[in-house]
């Protein structure tokens, strides 16, 4: 699937190893999760297949939760086009181009926070490569994970995907405005299907086209930006 992780890749020889694999991404995740915690910055791991609706739901979000101050970063193989979306949708945005890696790691985002100019951001989102494989493997230093599963992608998806579902904190179905003309879709079998693999499920039915469940959507934003620990005196900025 990608160079980085050789998925799938037959030639490749197992070795036995002596340390955990990703020992370095996780220290510079946990570098990362410092700086966000001293700006008291939320970040979210948003996370989903190719056109599940991320950038969509970006862009709602902006209006659904004007008090916030938002930003992001978005990773893609060879544009910019998601995260010029998202400025034009007042989210002031990167990008992370990644080249053939189907994920984000945590070197990655860290080389982005270090060349942003001094902000301030409520929540901050790290907009991953579209994929339900590699990128819930990849601590980033974010606070949340969040899953955007749309419903033009079947209802087993949690089944088929675990390790992504299990990792999330928040699942939303995207694009219910389509459920009408999806009549085998039913979010029900799909909240049965991610009881079935997440500790503790949670999901929220959303759509940016029709508003439904974006203000259920801030008011867990907002939530989760509150429980976050005062910051330091020392100041908030979100990068190294």
């Known amino acids: 699937m990608c160079e980085v992780c050789g998925c799938g890749d037959p030639e490749l020889v197992s070795l036995d190893v002596h340390q955990r694999i990703l020992v370095q991404n996780d220290r510079t995740a946990a570098h990362n999760r410092a700086h966000f915690q ?91 490569v579209g994929n339900l494989v590699c990128p819930a493997l990849y601590d980033l230093g974010q606070a949340r994970n969040v899953v955007a599963l749309s419903t033009t992608e079947g209802v087993d998806k949690p089944l088929k995907y675990p390790v992504m579902f299990r990792a999330a904190d928040l699942v939303l179905l995207t694009k219910s405005d389509l459920l009408p003309h999806l009549p085998q879709v039913d979010p029900e079998a799909i909240r049965a299907a991610l009881a079935r693999v997440a500790p503790e499920p949670r999901l929220l039915v959303v759509s940016a086209v029709t508003g439904e469940g974006l203000e259920a959507w801030a008011a867990w934003l907002r939530a989760a930006w509150q429980k976050l620990p005062e910051p330091a005196p020392a100041g908030r900025a979100p990068h190294p």
Do not use: Y
Request: aromatic share 4%; hydrophobic share 45%.
């Open 38 to 128: 001293a700006g008291r910055t939320l970040a979210i791991n948003l996370m989903g297949s190719p056109g599940s609706g991320k950038t969509a739901l970006l862009e709602a979000t902006r209006r659904a939760a004007p008090d916030l101050q938002l930003g992001a970063v978005s990773a893609d193989l060879a544009t910019e086009n998601d995260a010029s979306r998202l400025q034009a949708a007042g989210i002031p945005s990167w990008t992370i181009t990644t080249g053939t890696a189907c994920h984000l790691d945590a070197g990655m985002v860290h080389r982005l926070l270090h060349g942003l100019p001094e902000r301030t951001f409520d929540v901050f989102f790290i907009e991953n």
